[in-house]
């Protein structure tokens, strides 16, 4: 069975530049997170989803951040007009109905410089 | 608010050793925590689990963790390291109120090196 897959691995953006990160979940899995885990800290829930309806965003900085999951399988995230501040790696991870294990990608490094 | 704390950012240990990873956690309610590790360059995998009920959980690879709601701590433990173990682990406590739930608060996270 594949894994939660995503795309791209690596990415380097100067301030102000957009950039987009894809995410295919585990076949079957209904729940996408999205967490954002900057160097040496934990992960850090940014969004999920139920299907493709948007359960909890409350920590997604909604003025540069934006996730959908517009057919309930695939997911992007994209940040528009990106800072120094966003360095991080972007974590999607998937699951069956929000109550079981988390399964989750390798996870895109970005670097904002 | 919820939170976990794992006190020791970096711990050392003798391949072979015994190793035991501190969290502690705050949670209104009934707690369900997790033991995550993270490999380099690698996603999270999970270790283990507690859901109420025993408080002494096995997980993969040798990996044990006491919940004890009086200290509010969820200690990791493992009786002989091997040099594999050398990764980051990170604690986490599920958000929701149903307890189970992909909606995790994460400590910092606790930096293994493992040496010979």
Redesign the interface.
């Given at each position: 069975e594949a894994?939660?897959t995503q795309s791209p691995r690596y990415a380097v953006l100067q301030e102000g530049q957009a950039v987009s990160f894809w995410c295919d979940p585990i076949s079957g899995h209904d729940?996408l997170?999205w967490y954002q885990q900057p160097r040496?800290?934990?992960?850090?829930?940014l969004v999920?989803f139920r299907d493709e309806a948007v359960i909890?965003n409350s920590q997604l900085p909604s003025d540069r951040f934006s996730a959908v999951r517009p057919k309930g399988t695939n997911s992007t995230l994209k940040i528009q007009s990106a800072k120094q501040g966003d360095t991080a790696t972007y974590?999607c991870?998937?699951?069956i109905q929000?109550?079981?294990?988390?399964f989750?990608?390798?996870?895109t490094r970005l670097t904002v410089v | 608010a919820q939170s976990v704390t794992q006190p020791d950012a970096r711990v050392t240990v003798s391949e072979g050793a015994s190793l035991q990873l501190r969290c502690k956690y705050s949670y209104f309610g009934t707690p369900y925590l997790f033991w995550y590790v993270q490999y380099p360059r690698q996603g999270l995998q999970l270790l283990l689990k507690y859901y109420p009920g025993d408080p002494v959980v096995q997980g993969v690879n040798g990996f044990e963790a006491e919940f004890s709601k009086s200290n509010s701590s969820f200690h990791l433990r493992k009786a002989s390291v091997h040099w594999s173990d050398w990764a980051v682990y990170f604690c986490a406590v599920s958000m929701n109120t149903g307890g189970l739930s992909g909606k995790l608060t994460f400590g910092e996270g606790t930096q293994v090196t493992v040496i010979s």
């Amino acid at each position: 069975e594949a894994g939660v897959t995503q795309s791209p691995r690596y990415a380097v953006l100067q301030e102000g530049q957009a950039v987009s990160f894809w995410c295919d979940p585990i076949s079957g899995h209904d729940t996408l997170y999205w967490y954002q885990q900057p160097r040496d800290q934990g992960p850090q829930l940014l969004v999920y989803f139920r299907d493709e309806a948007v359960i909890d965003n409350s920590q997604l900085p909604s003025d540069r951040f934006s996730a959908v999951r517009p057919k309930g399988t695939n997911s992007t995230l994209k940040i528009q007009s990106a800072k120094q501040g966003d360095t991080a790696t972007y974590l999607c991870a998937s699951s069956i109905q929000a109550n079981t294990e988390v399964f989750f990608g390798k996870g895109t490094r970005l670097t904002v410089v | 608010a919820q939170s976990v704390t794992q006190p020791d950012a970096r711990v050392t240990v003798s391949e072979g050793a015994s190793l035991q990873l501190r969290c502690k956690y705050s949670y209104f309610g009934t707690p369900y925590l997790f033991w995550y590790v993270q490999y380099p360059r690698q996603g999270l995998q999970l270790l283990l689990k507690y859901y109420p009920g025993d408080p002494v959980v096995q997980g993969v690879n040798g990996f044990e963790a006491e919940f004890s709601k009086s200290n509010s701590s969820f200690h990791l433990r493992k009786a002989s390291v091997h040099w594999s173990d050398w990764a980051v682990y990170f604690c986490a406590v599920s958000m929701n109120t149903g307890g189970l739930s992909g909606k995790l608060t994460f400590g910092e996270g606790t930096q293994v090196t493992v040496i010979s």
